[in-house]
């Protein structure tokens, strides 16, 4: 059969191209169309539905753009109430892709319009289902998001929606089945994933803790919900977009493509509301930036930071990328829903530096000189890892704020005393020490490396403390 998953790290997510005698489908697309319309032109084939298992948050779906360029009829589960025109799926409801069925299970509980896929083959065998949100490998998705959208919904009721779902519509079937789920781990979504992005079901029965045989709904609502970390900000502006309908991937693209010159960036940098962000490898950013900018890099999982980090969709930005990755930045910008970028500086960092603009700079240290520091001077010590890894081993004595919680506490970093922050690699804390000094915060010096360096020196580690203390 063929089925192939079309995976995109950066938000750890999953599309699916289905093509049968000419026809083919897509699965729950991306922002940018043109990979799903080349894969289909490879097979010569049309493409014939785009179906969406349900509004997705953590991402604005391409399926509006894919019926525009290709005439494929978009396909939601019940309760579905899109305001562009859409085949709104019955339970159990069949559709063809040439010489394969797809049929949509109506599965509610992530969301209520969520609907599962099953596909069969040419010979009428069930080989997959389609999963969505509803279950991952390794966890099943979190109840908390859709509230906003019915107002008599609790976490609690779609967490027992989805415990109906998985026990009486996705567990009856074979255990044969591959399970093919929107996201893997890294996601937004996740809580428990496994870094695997297929599974059978029946060996999710075996090991997935949300799929066990003797789970009570009690049981299966207290488990699903323990642990949720606040969702990030941009999820319910990208499902009013998935919902409402959005300017076309091409538009953004051209309107964000306008090169400044240094000057020409300044001066829109000063004008407005806009944010400025660096989007380079934090040890460029860290030699040299352009003062109140906001470090977010390529090379790391950009997009998600950018949603967790920024509270508007539709900020206006300006970028600074390396010299040939400004539609890279703004195809992953527009994945999220972030439309606005209103130019890039022409020539990058270095035509800044050469124009004579004034420009920052972050003082960073290795952890052997962090090391030293604990030791002389009982140095302050930031983590800005998630609690998770925090709780689970930390420099002793370092204070903790989560680099997604960080706006919330300004006030409590030290304005006079200089303190050190660390992430797990130096991401994050790139990203951290950009705010504060975005803040007015210039005694930080970041530890290159992070706590990957910190445990090779030895620095004294400590692996746990009441959760009620943390920030």
């Known amino acids: ?104 299970i109506h599965t509610p509980g992530h969301t209520m319009e969520s609907t599962t896929y099953l596909v069969i083959d040419e010979n009428g065998k069930e080989h997959g289902i389609i999963t969505g949100d509803t279950l991952f490998i390794g966890d099943v998705g979190r109840p908390d998001l859709a509230q906003e959208l019915v107002s008599d919904l609790t976490e609690e009721i779609l967490a027992g929606y989805l415990y109906d779902s998985l026990r009486n519509k996705i567990m009856p079937l074979n255990d044969d089945l591959i399970v093919y789920p929107n996201h893997g781990a890294g996601s937004a979504c996740e809580k428990n994933m496994s870094t695997e992005t297929t599974d059978t079901l029946g060996h999710q029965k075996e090991v997935n803790y949300a799929l066990r045989a003797d789970m009570t709904r009690e049981e299966f609502i207290t488990e699903v919900l323990e642990g949720l970390s606040a969702p990030p900000k941009y999820f319910p502006q990208n499902v009013m977009m998935n919902i409402n309908g959005y300017e076309s991937f091409d538009a953004i693209m051209e309107k964000g493509k306008k090169p400044l010159s240094p000057e020409a960036f300044e001066v829109a940098a000063n004008e407005g509301s806009a944010i ?90 290795y952890a052997m000189d962090l090391k030293n520091a604990i030791e002389k001077e009982n140095a302050i010590v930031y983590d800005v890892r998630k609690e998770s890894e925090y709780l689970a081993e930390h420099v002793e004595g370092a204070q903790h704020i989560c680099l997604s919680t960080l706006t919330n506490h300004i006030s409590e970093y030290p304005t006079n005393n200089k303190f050190y922050l660390h992430c797990e690699g130096g991401y994050r804390s790139m990203i951290a020490s950009s705010i504060l000094k975005n803040r007015g915060i210039h005694n930080l010096i970041d530890v290159d490396g992070g706590y990957e360096s910190i445990k090779e020196v030895r620095i004294p580690l400590t692996d746990y403390i009441c959760p009620s203390t943390l920030k």
């Open 276 to 365: 400025v962000i660096d989007v380079r490898h934090q040890h460029d950013f860290a030699k040299g930036h352009i003062p109140s900018s906001i470090f977010i890099g390529l090379d790391g999982e950009f997009a998600p930071w950018v949603g967790a980090l920024i509270a508007d969709v539709n900020q206006p930005i300006l970028l600074i990328t390396p010299n040939g990755r400004e539609s890279e930045a703004l195809t992953r910008l527009s994945r999220v829903g972030f439309d606005n970028t209103i130019g890039y500086l022409h020539g990058g960092f270095e035509a800044w530096k050469s124009a004579g603009m004034e420009y920052d700079k972050v003082t960073t240290i």
């Open 1 to 104: 059969m063929k089925i192939e998953q079309i995976y995109t790290g950066c938000l750890a997510h999953a599309a699916y191209y289905i093509e049968s005698n000419g026809e083919a489908a897509i699965f729950d697309p991306l922002r940018e169309v043109h990979p799903y319309i080349n894969r289909a032109k490879m097979d010569d084939a049309k493409i014939k539905y785009v179906f969406e298992t349900h509004f997705h948050a953590d991402f604005v779906s391409g399926h509006i753009d894919l019926m525009k360029k290709t005439d494929a009829k978009i396909v939601f589960g019940p309760n579905a109430n899109p305001s562009y025109e859409t085949i709104i799926a019955k339970d159990n409801q069949v559709f063809e892709i040439g010489d394969y069925k797809i049929k949509a």
